[in-house]
């Protein structure tokens, strides 16, 4: 029974170019999070998602930033025009149905380390 | 938005010693949550509290869900080796209509070196 599997688990950019980073919930997990954690820092959330609807995106940067979790395959976070700013790990985290008490424990994956040149 | 203040940033501590460490916020929160993170890995889930005045046990690890439900402490007693790492508080707020569902707002980590 897999976890959080994402990929890749480094990725090296020039400034400029794009990033897609992937991540595949626990089976069963129908509910996907982005954080992002810069060095030294806690995670900040990114957004929400669940199969084809964006729930909550208000952590996300206005420009160049978007995620998606289609009907079949991976959730993608995807960066355009890579700028330095961005090199940060980028965790995704799934739950299953929310439970009714509202609590929703989120399992990790092991996170993809973008670093931008 | 909503911060957590997690305290204290980082510890030094000797093998079989007893640790403690804190997070605290100015709203609400209906779940705590702790968690640790080992170099180069996700967080891994320790302890969830859903109630005010919640006390709950995990081995030597142990939290607690403040009354007020702004407050939550985690302590590790007789600390052993692997107990390095980053430990995160995350607090959740209630839901309303599906949103926020899930979001756990982070503090900033306590990072925790422990000397054999």
């Known amino acids: 029974n897999a976890g959080v599997m994402q990929n890749p688990r480094h990725l090296v950019r020039r400034r400029g170019q794009e990033a897609r980073l992937r991540c595949s919930p626990m089976?069963?997990?129908?509910?996907v999070y982005w954080y992002r954690q810069l060095p030294e820092e806690g995670l900040k959330f990114m957004v929400y998602?669940?199969?084809?609807?964006?729930?909550?995106e208000s952590g996300m940067p206005k420009e160049r930033f978007s995620a998606e979790f289609p009907k079949e395959g991976p959730s993608i976070l995807r960066i355009q025009q890579v700028v330095r700013g961005d090199s940060a790990a980028y965790f995704c985290?799934?739950?299953?149905?929310?439970?009714?008490?509202?609590?929703?424990?989120?399992?990790f994956g092991a996170g993809s380390r973008l670093t931008v040149l | 938005g909503q911060q957590l203040n997690q305290s204290p940033q980082s510890m030094f501590i000797q093998e079989g010693e007893d640790v403690s460490m804190n997070c605290t916020s100015s709203?609400?929160?209906?779940?705590w949550l702790w968690y640790k993170q080992d170099p180069g890995e996700g967080p891994v889930l320790l302890i969830a509290?859903?109630?005010?005045?919640e006390l709950t046990s995990n081995g030597r690890l142990t939290a607690q869900f403040g009354i007020t439900r702004k407050d939550s402490f985690l302590n590790i007693s007789a600390s052993i080796p692997s107990d390095v790492g980053i430990y995160f508080c995350?607090?959740?707020?209630?839901?309303?209509?599906?949103?926020?569902?899930?979001?756990?707002?982070f503090g900033d980590g306590t990072t925790l070196t422990v000397k054999p």
């Open positions: 995350a607090g959740q707020s209630p839901t309303i209509n599906n949103t926020n569902a899930g979001k756990s707002t």
């Open positions: 985290a799934s739950s299953p149905v929310q439970a009714s008490s509202g609590a929703n424990v989120l399992t």
């Open positions: 509290l859903y109630k005010a005045g």
């Open positions: 998602l669940q199969k084809e609807n964006i729930i909550d």
């Open positions: 709203s609400i929160f209906n779940t």
């Open positions: 089976k069963g997990h129908s509910h």
